[in-house]
């Protein structure tokens, strides 16, 4: 494993957690930056978002530069009465005649919201500050739990426009919640670390997001690993389009998918890769250098760094690496 650790120090893997964070921002900034969106929400106004609280859904509308949720949708999760909207008109109306809430009841808003006929309809609104007070005047256990839930849903993309760092701040509050190993965790924060380098890195160079980002991708994951992308996922058990594969890597796994994409983004920069072709040829040889390296560790441990561990259902990671009963899975 020291010469794990040597390729790690070597191409920059071994960066504290804090500077990792650092640079997940600065990161982040210069892409909100290239796109003219640096200090300013990437939401546009009247963007309509249902988000879930319970097993109830409340819509959420950004509208002069923060977001307003549907009170009706908010009796609904709060009380779980069957007439939300009679709930709603008779609260307003005690809001309306109580000298102390008559402040409040003038900050309700109406705007357009869609209902459940598809139809638009006007609708009444509040803004978070509004809604935490709103709360108080409604009897129920559910206050607090929806307090830290509001807190969340009302802020976060805004925030982390403003300051890129919250956001890997509270993946790794996630991943913690989900019982991962600091070690893992570490690891996972570098991994995103070195993946946007290497997109901004494409960015630069004239790559299409939507078409060669997922090619290319590809093609580092298969040259390291000898596995598609597709076949890692079955051999973890995972769905497509739900689950994370990195989100369920191992340690090893973690690192030779990092040392592929640092290796590809070195390259890329040194011979100045231009267009797709030129990047493709890129990923190829920062791909086999992370193969390489993860055969020659297979060769001295004798045993697979690609494995069927996975987290789902657990709170622990199954013992690494695992045998397995698919040799057809790591077929070129």
């Known amino acids: ?182 070690d893992w965790i570490e690891k996972r924060v570098r991994s995103i670390v070195v993946r946007k380098e290497l997109t901004s890195e494409w960015r630069k160079r004239g790559l299409d997001e939507r078409i060669d980002y997922g090619l290319l991708t590809a093609i580092i994951s298969h040259e390291t690993f000898a596995v598609t992308l597709t076949d890692h996922r079955v051999l973890k058990g995972l769905k497509p389009h739900r689950h994370n594969l990195r989100d369920h890597m191992t340690d090893l796994e973690l690192i030779f998918a990092m040392l592929g994409e640092k290796s590809t983004t070195e390259i890329a920069r040194a011979r100045d890769a231009r267009g797709f072709n030129q990047n493709k040829q890129a990923a190829q040889s920062g791909g086999k250098i992370a193969g390489s390296a993860r055969q020659q560790l297979e060769q001295q441990t004798g045993q697979r760094v690609v494995s069927s561990s996975n987290f789902l259902g657990k709170q622990s990671r199954v013992a690494d690496p695992e045998s397995f009963s698919s040799p057809s899975l790591f077929t070129a």
């Open 1 to 182: 494993m020291s010469n794990l650790k040597q390729i790690e120090h070597k191409v920059g893997l071994d960066l504290s957690l804090d500077e990792t964070m650092r640079q997940f921002g600065a990161l982040t900034a210069e892409e909100l930056a290239a796109e003219g969106e640096i200090g300013a929400p990437d939401i546009s106004e009247g963007e309509i978002v249902n988000v879930a609280f319970d097993r109830h859904k409340i819509r959420k509308i950004f509208h002069s530069g923060e977001w307003w949720f549907s009170t009706v949708d908010v009796v609904a999760a709060l009380t779980d009465t069957v007439r939300p909207t009679d709930y709603w008109y008779d609260l307003k109306r005690r809001l309306i005649k109580d000298e102390g809430f008559a402040e409040l009841a003038q900050k309700v808003g109406t705007l357009g919201m869609p209902g459940a006929d598809g139809k638009v309809h006007d609708t009444d609104v509040v803004t978070t500050e509004t809604l935490l007070r709103l709360i108080q005047s409604i009897p129920t256990r559910r206050a607090e739990p929806f307090k830290r839930w509001l807190a969340k849903v009302g802020h976060e993309r805004i925030q982390e426009n403003q300051n890129p760092e919250i956001a890997i701040r509270r993946a790794v509050a996630v991943y913690q919640a989900q019982g991962r190993s600091d």
